[in-house]
Every structure is written in structure tokens, then in C-alpha cells.
């Protein structure tokens, strides 16, 4: 069987430049390959608006183009959100349609990003140190329709940083190369240096890209991305553009590490208040709140808006809601799901949410409805942390508003009884519409366990204080990558790897499923810092199990099989443990990290490296245009690097710097 994987892996790399995007209607998710053709001749499918699209402003103008479809024809409407486009008895692709396995056949999508140095007013204080793309915070909303090839020139005009853009939970099947992680998938883009970055849009719905640079996206490169298509709700319109929700300083995150956030406050798509938040006076004109309008109307009833929530933050879980309106969620991550309403939603770092609004306010007790139509939009900050001492008023982060020609300030009152506790959304609430059956783990009879261990003493690099070690094990080895040679450049190798690396083989078949279980640090009392957002590149994952308080016991599993919850970004629960399930059918080494900015440059990381040989076979270090990229990209890397004067705050200061410790350049992950 592991010979005809490798036979067959080779046979349909070369099918794959024979046929690719050459089928009728559906496309099969193949590799991007060389010199694919993307969009056919003689446009005859449908060209359309998507329901998610923005209703006016910038991106408004934006459609989906199907037009190689021929027969072929949009199906959405307010009251069915659920299909996407059918042919009459010839097919439909809905919100029932196996998306890992097929999509329509969209067209090439190109955007250019340009990272460069400036400074960014958000909350009535200048953050002069602020890294952008395209000299915007939040960067450009990226838009794509399901089936598109998405293609990003990225051009480095930073001055001392080197850069890497990841794309958050795109499945790049068997597209490693393009995931974005320096030291894993590619060399970093040197200063004045390109990369072209190319991936299908297999999946629909709203993410993030960012840099994977360190902790530089903290700094401002951060930027929504969404990839239209079928919802499990109806709704009527988008309410705006997908809303980035973060906590927010006035030092780089490279300085924050050492010494935490200067004047802290929250930034809602760009604006806060740092007196609100911090108590610090403004010195700048403060920003005002980012505003959605609704119309209220009755007949034939009250219109319903899509609200895409995604959090981006250094390091902070948020609670958001609306006051006066419920949140119908059906969606988290890249999975549509069944519908669930509450007063509120918990966003853990990186976790991402669609959910819809009902534009009709809702008294309740104590809550009266404002008679000016002005209600608050509100990002409180989960109980992962202390935060008895914020200010009253601190979450107030955005106004809903009725009437768009309202200055005023929103009356309105918050739910009551709101939950802020550390934990991930209800398991049972997150029911996915696309019902996957997990198999039995390949990996053993629990599959594999990775305990989070912290030792912040050890100092094997001067920010290391968090590793993922086995239970057994008495050795701490936080991962640490290298800048200049990233594992793309060896996927042929047979033997050991640098153990700072932290990779994990898994070499099982594509129907083969992977289980890990991921605890608290049970050498020391099961113990975690707050709750970790662990993530997986690569992969939608299915979550088996997420206990709170209690300790991992193999004789006490509750394992959902049928359906489970699945997802890119999954919380594990204060001192408790979650089992995570993948299957292994995606070639290449995904990075499985903690999202706190911090515990990942502190080392809280592993590399999954999946099914290598047939990796290999894909990108055959010798005969590979992917892997002579990589290597032209290090080329440029190396050459910037060897020369110390580039090092920040460059010239001759940057050599000295970097004489007083070899970790002066890397003194973290990596990642």
C-alpha cells in the first residue's frame, strides 16, 4: 500500500498538469501547478454580486465570475442562503457540498500587498512603529468567491525585517509552499525583495492573513480576507466589512514581549479609545467608534445582516454582543454550522465567527430600547486574565445605529448575566452542517499526547519558556526554526532532524486519521496558564473532546465521533485537555502552535511533518519549480542577512548589537 501511495502520489502530479481546471462544470482540488490555466475563453456562466458582498464603499463593486460555467446559475436568496449555483437536474453546489472534495470553477484573482514602515493613530495616541500593508491598518480586504485561485504579490519595503504572510486557515492542499510560515515553508522575504504567493479557495467564508514573521503582526500586518459562498442562515445583506477585534499598544510587540503593552487599549477595525481603556489623555484626535447602520423595517420582516467576527490580537480572548440583539451564530472558522443564538460570543485569539442580526431590537427587563436607535457594540476581555481592575465602560468598541445621520452617543445598557469565562463557545452547540465520521486513530489507541510544559529558566534561547513535550518526558525543547533553512528545502531528507525544530512525523495513508491529546502540563499538577488557542496549519481539525478542570485519563474518554465539532483554532481548556483529529491527506509540515503571540515566540510549537516520501514526490528537491522559488527567496534572504548593517537600527549600530549575543538577531521562535 505505501508503495502504490508513492506510485499514485507521482501519476497525479502529472495528470494534475494534463488536466487541471479542465473539467466541464465542478473542479476537483489539485495542486496549483505550473502555468495552469485559469480562466477559460468565451464567458457563458453567471457573473454575480455575492449576498456577503459590501453594500457600498470600497469592495462594493466586487463579483463572483463563474462565466467558465456554462448552464450554470446563482441560486441564493434572502430566504435560502444555502445554495450557491445550480444547474437545474445537471448539479448544485450548496451548502451541503463536500467542499475538501470539489468546487465551482472560479477565476484568477490578483492583489498586490507592499509591507512598508509608518505610524498608525488608533485610540488618540501615535504608535510610530507601526508595520502595514499598503500603508493601511487593518490592510485590504482581500475578496474571493468559492473556486477562485487567489494569487498575492507580496513586495518587502520594510527596512530592518525580513517578512512571511500567512493565510489563516486556507487548507492549502498540497500547496505547502504557499503557507507562509519563514523557517518552515520558505525563507523569509527579504527587504526589498517579492514573493508571489498563489492558493486555491477550496473553503468559503471569512479568516485573516498576517505576517508569520515573529510577533511583527502585532505591529499592524494584519488584514481580513473573505471567500464568498453558501451560509447555513438566511440573511438579507452583509452588515460591513468583517470586523478585526484586538488588543492594542503603543511599543512594538518585539518590545512588548519583554515588558507587556504600553497604554493598552482595544482597537474595533482600526478605532478605540486609549483614555477610555488606559485613563491615559489623548494626544491625538480620538478615532470615532466603528459604526454599522441597519434599516429598520417591519414588512415582511425585520431584515437580517451577516456580521463576520474575527479576532487578531497580541493576547486577548474576547466576549463580543450587541445590546438589545441576539447573535444567531452559523459559523466558526472555516465551518458553516447549524444555528445557535445567545446574547454573546467568545472569540479566542485567531478564531473567527459569522453571525447573524435581526434588525429589531429586543427589550429585556432591565434593558429598554434606547429611543434614538444608537446601541453599543461591545469586546469585553474574557476571563483568561485579571481584569477586575478595567475602568467601567473599557469594552465599549462600536455603535449600531438606526439612523445613519446620528452623532450621539449610544444609552444603551448591557445583557445581563453575560458569561466572560475563559472557555471555548458550548462543544454541543457547534454542530457542523457538513457531517464528517472520524475514523479509528492510526496513531495508537489514544493517538499521540503533548503535554504544555512551561519552565521559564531553562533559557535554551532568551525568550524560551514554553515547549510541547510527551508526558513521559523530562527534556524542555521549545521549537526555534531557522530563518535561512526553512524544511521545504528537506523534505528528502531520511534521517534525524535538529531537535529545536520540534518535528513530528506522521506517516500514514490519505484515509488514515491522526489523534492528538493536549493537556496541561501534567509533570507539575496539570497546570495551564489561562486557556491556549492552539492551531493547526493545513488542516480543519475535528475536536474529539475539550474538557475543562480534570485531568487526561485514558479510562474516562467521552469521544465524539459522528460529527464532531471541527475547526482551525480550538481553546485548550484551563487546566483540562482537548483530543484533536486529522486525517493525514494533505503532504507537506504544518505548524501546530499556540496563538498567543507570545507563547508562540516563546516556543509553544511543533511541526507535523505529514507523509514526507509523498511530499517529496510533489516537490522533488531537483526537478521542482516550487522548491527553486524557495530557494532563489533564500538566496536573497541569506545575502540581506550576512551583512549585519542591515540589522536594526542599522549601519554600524546594527553590527554592534548583534556582537553582544548571537541571539541578538533571533532571540525567539521564529514564528
Known amino acids: 500500500m505505501k508503495l502504490f501511495e508513492r506510485l499514485w502520489t507521482v501519476v497525479t502530479r502529472v495528470l494534475d498538469i494534463a488536466t487541471l481546471f479542465t473539467f466541464s462544470d465542478g473542479a476537483l482540488q489539485t495542486p496549483l501547478l505550473e502555468n495552469s490555466p485559469v480562466v477559460l475563453d468565451r464567458p457563458r456562466g453567471p457573473i454575480f454580486k455575492p449576498p456577503?458582498?459590501?453594500?457600498v464603499g470600497d469592495g462594493s463593486n466586487f463579483v463572483c465570475d463563474y462565466s467558465s460555467m456554462t448552464g450554470w446559475r446563482p441560486c441564493s436568496t434572502p430566504n435560502d442562503r444555502g445554495c450557491w449555483l445550480t444547474k437545474?437536474?445537471?448539479?448544485?453546489?450548496?451548502?451541503?457540498?463536500?467542499?475538501?472534495?470539489?468546487?465551482?470553477?472560479?477565476?484568477?484573482?490578483?492583489?498586490?500587498?507592499?509591507v512598508t514602515k509608518g505610524s498608525i493613530n488608533g485610540d488618540g495616541l501615535e504608535f510610530p512603529q507601526a508595520k502595514m500593508f499598503n500603508a493601511t491598518y487593518p490592510g485590504p480586504w482581500l475578496q474571493a468567491c468559492w473556486g477562485d485561485v487567489v494569487e498575492i504579490t507580496v513586495i518587502n519595503r520594510l527596512p530592518f525585517n525580513g517578512t512571511s504572510i500567512h493565510w489563516h486557515g486556507i487548507r492549502q492542499n498540497q500547496t505547502m509552499h504557499m503557507d507562509g510560515v519563514n523557517g518552515i515553508t520558505q525563507c523569509p522575504i527579504a527587504p526589498r525583495d517579492t514573493f508571489v504567493y498563489k492558493w486555491n479557495a477550496t473553503q468559503y467564508g471569512s479568516t485573516w492573513y498576517h505576517s508569520h514573521y515573529s510577533l511583527q503582526y502585532a505591529d499592524g500586518m494584519v488584514g481580513p480576507i473573505t471567500i464568498h459562498g453558501p451560509s447555513s442562515y438566511p440573511f438579507d445583506e452583509a452588515a460591513e466589512i468583517p470586523l478585526l477585534m484586538t488588543d492594542w499598544g503603543h511599543n512594538s510587540a518585539f518590545d512588548a514581549i519583554y515588558s507587556g503593552l504600553e497604554n493598552p487599549s482595544i482597537l474595533l477595525n482600526g478605532r478605540g479609545n486609549v483614555t477610555r481603556f488606559s485613563g491615559v489623555p489623548a494626544q491625538l484626535p480620538i478615532p470615532q467608534p466603528y459604526r454599522i447602520t441597519f434599516e429598520k423595517r417591519r414588512y415582511p420582516r425585520p431584515k437580517r445582516y451577516l456580521l463576520r467576527l474575527i479576532n487578531t490580537s497580541f493576547d486577548t480572548t474576547f466576549v463580543f454582543s450587541i445590546d438589545n440583539h441576539n447573535l444567531t451564530v452559523i459559523g466558526a472558522d472555516f465551518v458553516p454550522i447549524h444555528s445557535y443564538s445567545n446574547t454573546s460570543v467568545l472569540i479566542g485569539i485567531r478564531q473567527r465567527y459569522h453571525v447573524i442580526v435581526e434588525a429589531n431590537p429586543i427589550a429585556n427587563g432591565s434593558q429598554p430600547?434606547?429611543?434614538?436607535?444608537?446601541?453599543?457594540?461591545?469586546?469585553?476581555?474574557?476571563?483568561?486574565?485579571?481584569?477586575?481592575?478595567?475602568?467601567?465602560?473599557?469594552?465599549?468598541?462600536?455603535?449600531?445605529?438606526?439612523?445613519?445621520?446620528?452623532?450621539?452617543m449610544p444609552t444603551s445598557t448591557p445583557w445581563n448575566g453575560m458569561s466572560l469565562a475563559c472557555s471555548d463557545e458550548t462543544y454541543s452547540s457547534l454542530k457542523p452542517v457538513l457531517k464528517w465520521r472520524v475514523g479509528s486513530p492510526s496513531n495508537g489507541n489514544t493517538g499521540e499526547e503533548h503535554d504544555v510544559v512551561f519552565n521559564p529558566t531553562a533559557k535554551p534561547f532568551p525568550l524560551a519558556r514554553f515547549s510541547l513535550e510527551l508526558p513521559s518526558s523530562s527534556t524542555f525543547n521549545p521549537l526555534r526554526i531557522d530563518y535561512s533553512d526553512p524544511t521545504f528545502l528537506h523534505l528528502n531528507n531520511t534521517g534525524s532532524w535538529p531537535s529545536q525544530w520540534v518535528i513530528v512525523p506522521e506517516n500514514y495513508k490519505s484515509t488514515d486519521w491522526v489523534y492528538m491529546v493536549l493537556a496541561g502540563d501534567r509533570r507539575n499538577g496539570n497546570r495551564t496558564i489561562g486557556a491556549h488557542p492552539i492551531h493547526l496549519h493545513g488542516h480543519d481539525f475535528a475536536v474529539?473532546?475539550?474538557?475543562?478542570?480534570?485531568?487526561?485519563?485514558?479510562?474516562?474518554?467521552?469521544?465524539?465521533?459522528?460529527?464532531?465539532?471541527?475547526?482551525?483554532?480550538?481553546?485548550l481548556?484551563?487546566?483540562?485537555?482537548?483530543i484533536i483529529a486529522f486525517k493525514t491527506d494533505n503532504p507537506g509540515s504544518?505548524?501546530?502552535?499556540?496563538?498567543?503571540?507570545?507563547?508562540?515566540?516563546e516556543g509553544l510549537a511543533m511541526q507535523i511533518l505529514e507523509r514526507r516520501d509523498d511530499a517529496n514526490n510533489i516537490w522533488p528537491f531537483n526537478d521542482s519549480p516550487p522548491i527553486a522559488r524557495a530557494r532563489k527567496l533564500c538566496v536573497n534572504w541569506n545575502k540581506w542577512h550576512s551583512d549585519c548593517r542591515n540589522y536594526w537600527p542599522g549601519g554600524d549600530a546594527g553590527c554592534e548589537r548583534n556582537k553582544s549575543s548571537v541571539f541578538a538577531f533571533q532571540d525567539d521562535s521564529g514564528i
Open 52 to 55: 456577503g458582498g459590501r453594500p
Open 88 to 114: 437545474g437536474e445537471g448539479g448544485k453546489f450548496d451548502i451541503n457540498t463536500d467542499y475538501e472534495a470539489v468546487a465551482p470553477r472560479g477565476i484568477l484573482r490578483q492583489y498586490t500587498l507592499t
Open 369 to 408: 430600547i434606547p429611543p434614538d436607535g444608537n446601541f453599543w457594540m461591545r469586546t469585553y476581555v474574557a476571563q483568561c486574565a485579571n481584569t477586575a481592575n478595567f475602568p467601567k465602560g473599557y469594552e465599549l468598541s462600536g455603535i449600531l445605529r438606526y439612523d445613519s445621520s446620528s452623532t450621539a
Open 544 to 571: 474529539l473532546q475539550q474538557t475543562e478542570g480534570q485531568s487526561f485519563d485514558i479510562t474516562k474518554l467521552n469521544l465524539k465521533l459522528d460529527n464532531p465539532p471541527r475547526r482551525d483554532v480550538v481553546l
Open 573 to 578: 481548556p484551563r487546566n483540562g485537555f482537548v
Open 590 to 601: 504544518w505548524l501546530l502552535h499556540c496563538h498567543i503571540a507570545r507563547h508562540s515566540s
